[in-house]
């Protein structure tokens, strides 16, 4: 295990060294009282570990946490200071322990041993034939090779993992964050809170061995997803990519529809989420609507009805999607249905807009019901 100590005193870089050496097991390659020296060399020689004092003049530790994580995720950093008073903000960079000097041999053997199972659980971290998938059409799920249940704690906790997915790869700024969900919140209240909410993402993520890292950059966070796969991004990149609908391609056409299982984090109250939520929506319409002319143009009946049914559960105002219903009871003769579609479609233009159907399609129906 490939160590770096960092501490202003030097006293104290001597007895960590000592402490470290009796323990056994690693390599110090570096010792430094000077922080910017000690993230040059973080950046050159990829440590596996860190011990880093908190109180230092010109940087903190804790801003060389986050800027070092921002340049190597998977170091590992424990802090070591003679104050109590930064255990959360400590957690909040995501800090495998925190120490308390003067050290004690038995807590820091306590750490070391941490630190060995960190190690030894890496190189299965992503194990899986292929990356886990996050589901975000209807509601946040993981899947691997089974759905993946996470027990939030807190509400705002399972927020802010959904607004830094909405915005993923892009950094969000604490005041942002705090303006949005602690909003009537004392500020340093709200903070407190909002590490307690970023240290509840990272432990569950790390629990169930998910390879998203919450990045602490520029006084905000970023979400790096790169190593897993979201149904979203997927299902927009396969659109794009489809082939034009032909009897060759409908199976393929059919599959994308599925994939879109409800609108996107369509189970939460998020109003941030309203605009995506409704651009996603508009190209599932176009999308649906399609597939379910062609079914009805190829004479798969059945299979159009079922579709016509589904988008129009979805879009009950639009008057073509009636239209088309009773275009296919008409090809099957079922005028009992026909009459039942445009008598509901009236109702709903009648109470929701004070309207009535438009000419042509009233047009139309008079003229087919006529036997």
């Known amino acids: 295990m490939k160590v770096m100590l960092v501490d202003d ?11 470290l050496l009796r323990i056994g097991g690693m390599d110090i390659i570096g010792k430094y009282q000077n922080p910017e020296a000690a993230l040059h060399a973080a950046m050159e020689l990829r440590p596996d570990v860190i011990f880093l004092d908190i109180d230092m003049p ?33 957690f909040e960079v995501n800090a495998v322990d925190y120490l308390l000097k003067p050290l004690h041999p038995e807590r820091l053997q306590t750490t070391i041993t941490r630190l060995q199972l960190c190690q030894d659980r890496a190189p299965y971290m992503h194990k899986a034939d292929s990356p886990p998938l996050l589901r975000c059409f209807s509601f946040l799920q993981f899947e691997r090779e089974q759905p993946i249940h996470f027990a939030w704690r807190t509400t705002k906790a399972q927020e802010l993992f959904a ?31 909002l590490y307690s909410a970023i240290y509840q993402i990272r432990k569950l993520l790390e629990s169930h061995e998910i390879p998203i890292e919450v990045h602490s950059i520029d006084k905000g966070y970023m979400l790096d997803v790169q190593q ?42 998020y109003i941030w989420a309203e605009s995506e939520r409704e651009r996603l929506r508009a190209i599932w319409f176009q999308h649906a609507v399609r597939v379910a002319n062609f079914m009805a143009e190829s004479e798969f009946y059945a299979e159009a009805l079922t579709l016509n049914y589904r988008i129009q559960q979805a879009f009950p105002d639009v008057e073509d999607i009636y239209w088309s219903l009773m275009k296919i009871y008409q090809a099957q003769g079922d005028y009992a249905a026909i ?14 807009f004070g309207t009535v159907p438009e000419p042509h399609i009233t047009a139309w129906y008079e003229q087919c019901m006529v036997r």
């Open 163 to 193: 607004y830094l997915i909405h915005w993923r790869q892009k950094t969000i700024k604490k005041d942002t964050l705090l303006e949005m969900l602690w909003p009537d919140t004392d500020p340093k209240k709200g903070l407190t809170q």
């Open 228 to 269: 897993v796969r979201l149904d979203v991004d997927e299902w927009q990149k396969s659109l794009q990519d489809m082939p034009p609908l032909s009897l060759d391609t409908l199976a393929h056409h059919k599959e994308l529809l599925e994939l879109y299982r409800g609108d996107y984090l369509e189970d939460y109250d």
């Open 58 to 90: 010109v940087m903190s530790g804790i801003e060389l946490a986050e800027r070092l994580y921002a340049c190597h995720a998977a170091m590992n950093i424990v802090f070591v200071t003679a104050y109590d008073t930064h255990a959360i903000k400590a």
């Open 339 to 352: 009459k039942k579609q445009y008598t509901i479609l009236c109702e709903i233009l009648s109470e929701e």
């Open 9 to 19: 005193e030097a006293l104290a870089l001597l007895a960590l060294e000592k402490h």
